[in-house]
């Protein structure tokens, strides 16, 4: 494994992705799959703490609801973030199995924009792009996409994990 933290890795692996502050504003899908793979790709780095050999790692083909369960019984990250990987993972399977899904149409945003508004002090974004679902999505993915690298940050300190 390489010697930069977690967040440097997560910087230079995950978030290059993202153009800006918010995942890019494109199509319902793109930004609900985008979105998806962030996630996955971040608990990816996450599960990776935790393996001596992180080839032994890429050989193993686990669900992003398996994923889920692994990180939640490590309790690495809070319930709040369990529930928005939860809740990505279902509004990306609706995409995935309807043609004619839409954020606007087809999407409840409730739990994830409270769980989202609740981890920030900046609520005026949320305000901002609140009558536009997709950009609102986008939003609070971004914004706990940042959350969890801060509480792996924490559990790592917490559990004197380099």
């Known amino acids: 494994m390489d010697n930069l933290s ?16 918010v995942i890019v504003f494109q199509n319902d899908l793109v930004v609900v799959l985008e979105s998806h793979l962030l996630f996955e790709a971040l608990m990816d780095e996450i599960l990776k703490l935790f393996v001596l050999d992180e080839d032994f790692y890429k050989d193993i083909q686990l669900r992003f609801f398996e994923k889920i369960r692994i990180i939640q019984k490590r309790k690495i990250l809070d319930d709040d973030l369990i529930t928005v990987l939860s809740e990505v993972n279902r509004i990306r399977n609706i995409f995935a199995h309807n043609l004619d899904a839409s954020i606007d149409q087809h999407i409840d945003l409730t739990k994830l924009v409270s769980i989202s508004r609740s981890k920030t002090n900046k609520i005026e974004v949320f ?5 536009d679902k997709k950009a609102l999505f986008a939003t609070c993915s971004t914004y706990c996409l940042g959350q969890m690298t801060t509480q792996v940050e924490d559990f790592l300190k917490r559990n004197n994990i380099n």
């Open 127 to 131: 305000d901002r792009v609140a009558k």
């Open 6 to 21: 977690f967040s440097e890795r997560i910087k230079q692996k995950v978030f290059k992705h993202i153009n800006g502050s």
